[in-house]
């Protein structure tokens, strides 16, 4: 298989993905709005397409499932079948099936043929009650008219169709756009065109020569009318025309249209010889099957072998599959061209301030210093507009990661017995693609903790007055240059007294300790901590929530909580914009710079004697408002010189991840910047403690310093030259 093919099928599984979303979500809603015809026109559209796209890749598996879950819908659309529960859920874990062999298909992994057999029967049992599909009458000849099922339509569309040659190629069946169209109207004066159609001898059974025109009449508008040919839209000849009357005027202007199709693409020589009747399609064949392979003249050169050339061939088989089985997962993204055009623009600008400074340089006198510094000033703003564009061109709605929600809300309701509902707001909030994709995973937990053990069950709702239905709140939103996401739910809220009573036996507090509600939230977070009394198959508190922090706290995040008893429970995620770039502290250890990620820092201080404790196993102390903080010499860490190595003398920076709190030395704060991140792995190496490097105004290369690498390695003592 060359890249070339290969590169198609990548976008292959980028638009099934997308088909698949859209199948998913409308069926969702359908099971809310049953009645909903257009909703129900999307989802066969996006799996006519899965079908039809993977039938050109030869995915026949994939094909003839979607083609199972195709006759269903369809039968739904037409009326024959109405949507049921049993239906919904049925059509719901086909897509999950369908999900399944679309993944399999691209990477290799094994298919499971028990659960595939199964449904495609399910769907076929479905379907099989009403499997009598009428066939649309397209008369080859005369206008006959096609009855639909709507035929209160007001007005009379002429239409003109040439198909794309490739049609039957992906699969695609003309006769449902006709059932499409007779689905929204009345289709009369269907009549086919076979001037295209060449001689027998050269037909190609794989193309096709047929076109269309007719008259629709229907009471629906014409985009409607136009996304019935969605599937089938590409490289087709369409034209669409309302007409003010019906019958025979109509037909005239039909007939009358300029219906000429787009050009066509340059006929190869072979076939434009045989068009033009100068040699015959067995004379060109004989011509193609003399034209020898590298192979062929290698061996008549009596170079090299057959079993040679069999051998080589085979080694390339080999080497084209692995090479397919080793590619990464290529990602992309889809921009606005809107966007791109205004980031050209801006280019072309800053290209003609770098000519003006040019210019300036070449001739430079100091009365000209104020039109260099109007100059330099312009260049800042377009630099400045420039990466602002850029970072946009990553920037996702977060609306695609919600878009799975609902879903796994439905599962769960129907798992825990609970009656819930999904609220979604601040989709449109844009979030970098990075961010975007590791999202998922942490959200996920938190709405299965909501809805396992945040929300109570019916009963227990109704009998503390509060209605059956439980309600969990997603919602993102911008707060002072981050992007907030809070999971709230109206539950039971966190217990106190059983956290409390929980760490406690685990030794994470003791008895003594008189903890802030602040502090005691947190402790969910801790690996296996729970207070849940049963164990669950969809959630516990404490399973998985420790990786829900670290996973925010890896994007440079941060989670918080609040919580009522009684009332419920909100989980506060708060992310940067970017990980391109981040707003840091600039510090100074020696002759060293490093950035501290802003984040973390909680407050700088310079400590009094007093205040500073040195305790045997736990080295030095800070006592900051009554709380012992470990104070941890960046110095040291990272095997540097210092400026000062008395605290009192320096600067303690107090920072915290994770819940922990941690007083860094440094000599001097520089100020505070955005920077640029470069990945020192990917240039040098990994290095504890450091998560990455970037260019400083003076040209010199600072250090980010990963605050939990930090404290690792001064808990476990192992400096590292940076």
């Not at 993977?54 to 109405?82: Q, S, W």
């Not at 190629?169 to 076979?194: A, C, H």
């Not at 193609?288 to 170079?303: D, M, S, T, W």
Request: aromatic share 4%; charged share 25%; hydrophobic share 40%.
């Amino acid at each position: 298989m060359n890249n070339e093919f290969a590169q198609f099928q990548d976008a292959f599984f980028e638009e099934a993905a997308e088909h698949l979303a859209v199948v998913e979500e409308g069926l969702l809603k359908l099971e809310q709005h049953p009645e909903d015809l257009d909703l129900l026109n999307k989802v066969f559209r996006s799996a006519h397409s899965i079908k039809g796209t993977a039938g050109m890749f030869g995915f026949n598996a994939v094909a003839e499932f979607t083609h199972k879950i195709e006759t269903l819908l369809d039968l739904l659309r037409n009326g024959r079948k109405a949507v049921s529960p049993s239906i919904a859920d049925l059509l719901l874990e086909a897509l999950d099936c369908l999900k399944m062999l679309i993944q399999s298909t691209k990477s290799g992994a094994a298919i499971d043929d028990k659960t595939v057999e199964r449904l495609a029967g399910e769907l076929a049992s479905s379907s099989a009650s009403d499997s009598q599909a009428s066939a649309v009458n397209v008369n080859r000849t005369n206008a006959q008219p096609v009855s639909g099922e709507n035929c209160g339509g007001d007005q009379t569309f002429a239409i003109k169709w040439i198909p794309p040659e490739w049609l039957f190629q992906r699969g695609l069946d003309p006769l449902q756009t006709f059932k499409e169209l007779k689905s929204i109207g009345v289709l009369t004066g269907v009549t086919l065109d076979m001037s295209r159609v060449p001689e027998l001898g050269c037909i190609d059974p794989e193309t096709c020569y047929l076109s269309w025109t007719m008259q629709l009449t229907t009471s629906k508008d014409q985009k409607v009318i136009e996304s019935v040919f969605e599937c089938v839209r590409e490289d087709s000849a369409l034209l669409i025309q309302p007409l003010e009357g019906a019958g025979e005027r109509a037909q005239n202007l039909v007939t009358e249209a300029d219906f000429s199709a787009e050009p066509e693409a340059p006929k190869l020589l072979g076939q434009i010889l045989v068009e033009g009747g100068v040699v015959s399609h067995d004379e060109l064949d004989r011509a193609l099957r003399e034209q020898e392979r590298v192979g062929e003249i290698l061996v008549k050169q009596k170079v090299v072998t057959r079993q040679q050339i069999e051998q080589a061939l085979q080694k390339q088989r080999q080497q084209e599959f692995r090479a397919l089985a080793k590619k990464p997962d290529a990602t992309s993204i889809r921009v606005d061209t809107a966007k791109i055009d205004r980031l050209i623009n801006l280019v072309g600008e800053l290209v003609i301030t770098q000519s003006m400074l040019n210019d300036l340089g070449s001739r430079f006198e100091m009365r000209q210093l104020p039109v260099l510094l109007e100059r330099m000033v312009e260049l800042q703003r377009n630099t400045r507009e420039i990466q602002e564009r850029v970072m946009s061109i990553r920037m996702l709605p977060i609306g695609t990661v919600f878009a799975k929600f609902p879903r796994l809300v439905r599962d769960l309701s129907a798992k825990t017995g609970k009656k819930i509902q999904l609220i979604l707001s601040g989709e449109e909030t844009e979030l970098d693609k990075t961010v975007i994709e590791s999202i998922g995973d942490p959200l996920i937990h938190l709405i299965r903790n909501s809805a396992d053990h945040g929300l109570e069950l019916p009963e227990e709702r109704l009998d503390n007055n509060k209605q059956a239905v439980g309600t969990i709140r997603l919602n993102a939103f911008h707060e002072g240059g981050n992007i907030c996401i809070t999971v709230e739910d109206d539950g039971r809220g966190l217990d106190r007294d059983k956290i409390v009573a929980k760490a406690n036996k685990q030794g994470l507090i003791s008895d003594s300790d008189k903890l802030a509600d602040d502090q005691i939230w947190p402790l969910i977070f801790k690996p296996g901590f729970s207070t849940a009394e049963r164990i669950s198959d969809v959630s516990g508190r404490g399973v998985g929530m420790d990786v829900v922090k670290r996973n925010i706290e890896s994007l440079g995040g941060t989670v918080s909580i609040r919580t009522t008893k009684g009332k419920g429970t909100i989980f506060i995620l708060k992310l940067p914009l970017t990980l391109a770039i981040i707003d840091g502290m600039t510090v100074r250890v020696g002759k060293e710079t490093y950035i501290v990620p802003l984040l973390s820092v909680l407050e700088s201080i310079q400590p009094k004697a007093e205040l500073i404790k040195t305790v045997v196993g736990k080295g030095e102390l800070i006592n900051v408002r009554s709380i012992y903080i470990p104070i941890v010499r960046l110095y040291e860490v990272f095997a540097s010189e210092s400026q000062h190595r008395d605290p009192k003398e320096a600067i303690l920076l107090i920072l915290e991840t994770e819940g922990e709190r941690v007083a860094i030395m440094v000599d001097e704060i520089l100020g505070q910047q955005q920077v640029v991140i470069k990945s020192i792995e990917q240039n040098f190496r990994k290095v504890e403690g450091i998560a990455g490097a970037t260019i400083l105004g003076d040209g010199r290369v600072g250090f980010i310093v990963d605050v939990r690498g930090v404290l690792e390695i001064a808990r476990h003592g192992h400096p590292v030259a940076a």
